[in-house]
């Protein structure tokens, strides 16, 4: 993860805009909020998974749980339109 | 499966958690000492224990029958258990469940040296715990103890009932053969647990174990009047007891349960521990440790949601659930009133 943001750190660079231009620093936004998302939905669609496998009924709410960290993701994409 | 890669205690908390909504309540207790044997086992045939029930009932019946599938409801729940876990979270709770590879070689042992039928030997494993069926049908073929020690060579258990075998041909008697399976249990049982903070509390669930287990043993010795030093059936590990001050302690129950009392798990114990000091009798003092462990690991499985402690509480309340039924079931056969069997279960 780190490495591929020094990777697009210096091809920001090279192509002349930097970190601090509105739409690099937008783009990262949504970038680090997919992250964030993708790590909660691991936890939780393996604990959801759980659940089904003991209660074939628990599978609706299994799926709101796991898809609710994607509203940060929505949240985050606000931010594109801001800048 | 393994102790490899990373731990996923989501999953296995999940499944477990649903797995504790379909134990037995007070309700279901209340009704079970009720009935008679036969209508226990058509109960348990329509709950979580409906498969053992059918695939046993055609051999066996009656109290023999619940008995059985009480214990192949419990191995295959926690084989299960150990089989969804991974990495860290294996280690952890194998370390648990290889009290049951200890009490089954416990069991082969007593059976070859009762010259038991291999058949009546099998009935009784709970295979519950890291030995995979090729080791148990390996041990069940064994003739002689010699040959279970070699079967077991590559084991935890191994070196040190090679130590003892050379003392049972002495003696020919089984108890250093025992001590040595418990000694590499407890010895394994403790070593090298990370320091996490869900950990830590894991060990001192382990730890009050172990103290309780040194207790209760100091306890029967005392009481059967035996002239057995308790420091001999010592195990290490706790942290409550040493070698001297249990040895001490057994002579007189008030001054163990005081000291128990004052100890660090007075505070987590609280209503269990009163309990403890009214019982008079050795039965009501082992139910009475029982029923705090029982609490104690039910708190553990609330403080840290996510981690190896409510799988360990629902390992603890399972078993909990077919000593209960087992309890129940073998009171009605022996014809016990309803209270007393009541007062032999242990209910959180």
Redesign the interface.
């Known amino acids: 993860m780190l490495e591929a943001t020094n990777a697009l750190g210096n091809a920001v660079l090279s192509t002349g805009g930097t970190l601090t231009d509105p739409s690099a620093a937008a783009a990262l936004a949504v970038g680090l909020a997919a992250l964030g998302a993708g790590y909660a939905e691991r936890?939780?669609g393996?604990?959801?998974?759980?659940?089904m496998?003991?209660?074939d009924d628990?599978f609706v709410n299994g799926l709101i749980l796991t898809v609710l960290p994607e509203t940060i993701v929505i949240l985050a994409l606000v931010v594109v339109f801001i800048v | 499966m393994s102790a490899v890669g990373s731990s996923?205690p989501?999953?296995?908390?999940?499944?477990v958690?649903?797995?504790r909504g379909s134990l037995y309540g007070d309700e279901e207790y209340r009704k079970l000492t009720r009935m008679g044997p036969a209508e226990i086992a058509r109960f348990m045939e329509e709950s979580s224990y409906g498969r053992e029930i059918n695939a046993l009932g055609s051999r066996h019946g009656g109290v023999d029958l619940i008995e059985y599938a009480l214990n192949r409801n419990l191995a295959q729940q926690f084989e299960g258990i150990l089989d969804?876990s991974e990495g860290a979270l294996y280690d952890q709770i194998a370390r648990y469940l290889r009290k049951f590879d200890a009490w089954n070689v416990k069991t082969i042992i007593r059976g070859v040296y009762t010259d038991a039928d291999q058949s009546a030997i099998e009935v009784d494993l709970i295979r519950a715990g890291e030995f995979d069926d090729r080791r148990i049908r390996r041990l069940l073929e064994a003739d002689s103890i010699d040959a279970v020690v070699d079967v077991l060579e590559d084991t935890i258990y191994g070196p040190p009932l090679r130590e003892a075998y050379a003392e049972y041909e002495e003696t020919d008697v089984l108890v250093p053969l025992e001590n040595a399976v418990d000694r590499a249990f407890y010895e394994r049982l403790l070593s090298g647990l990370g320091n996490d903070e869900p950990t830590q509390q894991y060990e001192a669930f382990l730890k009050a174990e172990v103290d309780f287990r040194n207790a209760t043993n100091a306890l029967r010795l005392a009481r059967s009047g035996a002239d057995i030093d308790p420091a001999e059936y010592f195990i290490e590990g706790g942290e409550l007891f040493t070698r001297g001050s249990l040895a001490r302690l057994a002579r007189n129950l008030e001054e163990l349960v005081e000291y128990i009392a004052d100890s660090q798990y007075a505070d987590e114990l609280g209503p269990a521990l009163r309990e403890l000091e009214e019982a008079d009798s050795l039965i009501a003092f082992e139910h009475a440790t029982d029923a705090a462990l029982l609490a104690y690991g039910d708190r553990l499985g609330t403080i840290h949601p996510?981690s190896v402690t409510p799988v360990i509480s629902y390992i603890l309340a399972k078993e909990r659930e077919v000593e209960n039924i087992r309890a129940i079931a073998r009171g009605k056969e022996a014809g016990l009133p309803v209270d007393q069997i009541e007062s032999e279960l242990v209910i959180t």
């Open positions: 936890g939780i393996s604990a959801a998974v759980g659940a496998a003991e209660d628990l | 996923n989501e999953y296995v908390v999940a499944r958690r649903a797995r969804w996510v």
